[in-house]
């Protein structure tokens, strides 16, 4: 078992805002691409900040978005889409779309609307 699994999400979250806004994005950007990955409100989210969760247990707790499959590309030269631990996926899948947001990609593009449309028709 990776350490992160046991890690409490609230000891990273800071580090993900710190990231963000040194690049220009919000806490509120943070909130809605992790709304969008792992289906938690505003207040489920912060009940895990407030409770410590660990990630294995707000993975457990989440809703993962149908399309989170849509997440491709490499976080720290791991590609996500061939990490085949299913949390240690859905971690990195975090990790990216903060890294893609750090980046400056628009939020349309974050969220991967219109993704699944496209795939659908190849």
Same mark, same amino acid.
């Given at each position: 078992?990776?350490?992160?699994?046991?890690?409490?999400? *609230?000891? =990273?979250?800071?580090?993900?805002?710190?990231?963000?806004?040194?690049? @220009?994005?919000?806490? /509120?950007? !943070?909130?809605?691409?992790?709304?969008?990955?792992?289906?938690?409100?505003?207040?489920? !989210?912060?009940?895990?900040?407030? *409770?410590?969760?660990t990630?294995?247990?707000l993975?457990?707790?989440?809703?993962?978005n149908?399309?989170?499959?849509?997440?491709? @590309?490499?976080?720290?030269?791991?590609? =996500?889409?061939? =990490?085949?631990?299913? !949390?240690?996926?859905?971690?990195?899948?975090?990790?990216?779309?903060?890294d893609?947001? /750090?980046r400056?990609?628009?939020?349309?593009?974050v !969220?991967?609307?219109?993704?699944?449309?496209?795939?659908?028709?190849?």
């Amino acid at each position: 078992m990776s350490r992160i699994f046991t890690t409490s999400f *609230a000891s =990273v979250y800071p580090h993900y805002v710190t990231k963000l806004e040194r690049k @220009g994005r919000t806490v /509120a950007e !943070l909130h809605e691409v992790i709304g969008w990955l792992t289906g938690l409100d505003e207040e489920e !989210l912060a009940g895990h900040l407030e *409770a410590g969760t660990t990630f294995e247990d707000l993975f457990a707790a989440a809703r993962l978005n149908p399309h989170a499959t849509l997440i491709t @590309g490499s976080v720290c030269g791991v590609k =996500v889409q061939e =990490v085949q631990d299913p !949390l240690m996926r859905q971690i990195r899948y975090l990790d990216k779309l903060v890294d893609e947001l /750090a980046r400056g990609r628009p939020m349309a593009t974050v !969220l991967r609307v219109g993704q699944d449309v496209a795939q659908a028709s190849e």
